[in-house]
């Protein structure tokens, strides 16, 4: 899989304002108790206590700091300026020049107990709960790294490279692909598994595999069709690959999921084609859920 899935606008707004903030996010990130304007009351002087807010609800809304902190929404300076009781804003240009806006970022970790993602525990946690959820769903990688942003948010993480993000995800979700391919292909023995793959060779004089010729059935209601379709049950029970059920650590929706398209492959011929491209775990589970299915779909005619 390749690193880069991201969108472009999920590049341009990872840690970065993406317009202005609806009124619902204005109410949860963007307000000040008492103990918040207590503290930035500590601080010297408007230009310092309107930069310090700015800075403190920037990280709890974006995740991480901004290069230039005065680089704002205006909703999002209006909010703040109304809340911290400062009328006249000009000063705010210069904050962003100020040295003492480092010293800001450093109080505001140490004081609402933000930590850096290279933390060992903090990818641990992040590790463990992306594999839970790559082992019980089906979600794109789009879609995880978006849900691991927000665990960064929820747990106060400041917010890493977005391209180490994207590896991370990319390494969890490829590791738990292969343990689901594994635990659904457990128990099938070296013999059983050459039986399934030789239904992949097309013998001498013959224009097609045994899959090949297993994909046309009767598409009429006659006697003709019939006779057909038991003959066609009859080449699939003669096959005598009796096969283990498949485990039950594997997580059933996602294993269904994953092997959707067996009960159509009956009637799909590019898909016989493509299973021998396939590397052995997956070739392996396809064609013994292909063999299950296709003995169940020919039972219920």
Known sequence: MPVSFLTVAQHEGY???????????LDRYFHLDDADRAYIKTKRGDQSQ???????????????????????????????????????????????????RWSHTVEIRSQYGYCEFTERIVGFRLTRWLCALCWTGTDRPGVLFERATTWLLT????????????????????????RLWRSLGRGVRS?????????????????GSWLDRMRSGPTRSSG???????????????LGIALPATSRSSPIVRGRKRLRGCPRTVVSLPWSRSCCARKPPRKTTYLKSFKSCCKRCLAMR
């Open 155 to 178: 747990h106060k993480v400041l917010l890493p490279g977005i391209t180490l993000l994207e590896r991370l995800v990319v390494q969890v979700r490829s590791r738990m692909e292969k």
């Open 15 to 25: 840690g970065a304002y993406r317009g202005d903030p609806t009124l619902d996010e």
């Open 50 to 100: 309107l930069g310090f807010a700015l800075q403190l609800t920037s990280v709890r809304y974006l995740g991480t700091f901004l290069d230039d902190p005065t680089a704002v929404p205006a909703s999002v300076l209006h909010t703040i300026a109304k809340q911290t009781g400062i009328t006249d804003t000009s000063s705010l240009a210069a904050y962003a020049q100020n040295p003492l």
């Open 191 to 207: 013999e059983q598994r050459e039986q399934l793959q030789a239904l992949l060779l097309v013998p001498e004089g013959s224009r």
């Open 224 to 238: 003709p069709s019939i006779r057909a379709a038991i003959e066609r049950l009859r080449s699939v029970r003669e």
